[in-house]
């Protein structure tokens, strides 16, 4: 379990605005006796030793694994807060170390295992290599489970909650500048 917060370099610890390291998750984190609300809109979890994170009893038994519960106030925290849940289940492919690395296999491979019939053709060659590693990428590429499932029900690879259609902007302003050419003057 890693309930307890240790501040480590490259992962929690980064330099400030002065130079000085400092844990960019702010620990030690407050500590107080009791969850709290101020007059002045802070708040704060019950928090006995600084180093632990506002894990969640019912979160921790139920689902044993550790955990960091946030109470959302504001749109800008639920905002932040969905975007970084989103990715990690998603598994967006932020740096592209885990694709190269496939493709350098599939490179490897592909030196390893040349075509002779092949050798006077410099378009097969090339055709060979891009097909084994488009392949090495549809094979070893780590994919979130909700993009597999969307993919086998035929969901297609995005989830939208609208439908959403085109709209020309240009025909849209010019139409509004037949109705009201003021604005046309007004923008000139
Ligand atoms: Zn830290």
């Given at each position: 379990?890693?309930?307890?917060?240790?501040?480590?370099?490259?992962?929690?610890?980064?330099?400030?605005?002065?130079?000085?390291?400092?844990?960019?998750?702010?620990?030690?984190?407050?500590?107080?006796?009791?969850?709290?609300?101020?007059?002045?809109?802070?708040?704060?979890?019950?928090?006995?030793?600084?180093?632990?994170?506002?894990?969640?009893?019912?979160?921790?038994?139920?689902?044993?694994?550790?955990?960091?519960?946030?109470?959302?106030?504001?749109?800008?925290?639920?905002?932040?807060?969905t975007f970084?849940?989103?990715?990690?289940?998603?598994?967006?492919?932020?740096?592209?170390?885990?694709?190269?690395?496939?493709?350098?296999?599939?490179?490897?491979?592909?030196?390893?295992?040349?075509?002779?019939?092949?050798?006077?053709?410099?378009?097969?060659?090339?055709?060979?290599?891009?097909?084994?590693?488009?392949?090495?990428?549809?094979?070893?590429?780590?994919?979130?489970?909700?993009?597999?499932?969307?993919?086998?029900?035929g969901?297609?690879?995005?989830?939208?909650?609208?439908t959403?259609?085109?709209?020309?902007?240009?025909?849209?302003?010019?139409?509004?500048?037949?109705?009201?050419?003021?604005?046309?003057?007004?923008?000139?």
């Amino acid at each position: 379990m890693e309930q307890v917060h240790a501040c480590k370099p490259r992962r929690c610890l980064v330099y400030d605005r002065h130079n000085q390291l400092v844990c960019k998750r702010r620990a030690p984190f407050q500590i107080s006796e009791d969850a709290f609300v101020t007059d002045t809109g802070l708040c704060g979890p019950k928090r006995l030793y600084g180093y632990v994170n506002s894990w969640v009893p019912s979160i921790l038994i139920n689902v044993r694994c550790n955990n960091d519960g946030k109470f959302l106030t504001s749109g800008a925290d639920t905002k932040n807060i969905t975007f970084y849940v989103t990715s990690y289940t998603a598994k967006k492919q932020g740096k592209n170390y885990n694709v190269s690395a496939v493709m350098a296999k599939g490179y490897a491979y592909h030196l390893d295992h040349p075509k002779p019939e092949y050798v006077d053709s410099v378009r097969d060659q090339q055709r060979l290599l891009l097909f084994r590693l488009v392949h090495s990428i549809n094979r070893e590429q780590e994919l979130a489970a909700p993009m597999v499932i969307s993919y086998l029900m035929g969901w297609g690879d995005v989830y939208r909650s609208h439908t959403y259609l085109p709209i020309y902007w240009s025909s849209f302003t010019s139409a509004l500048y037949t109705a009201f050419p003021e604005l046309l003057r007004r923008a000139q």
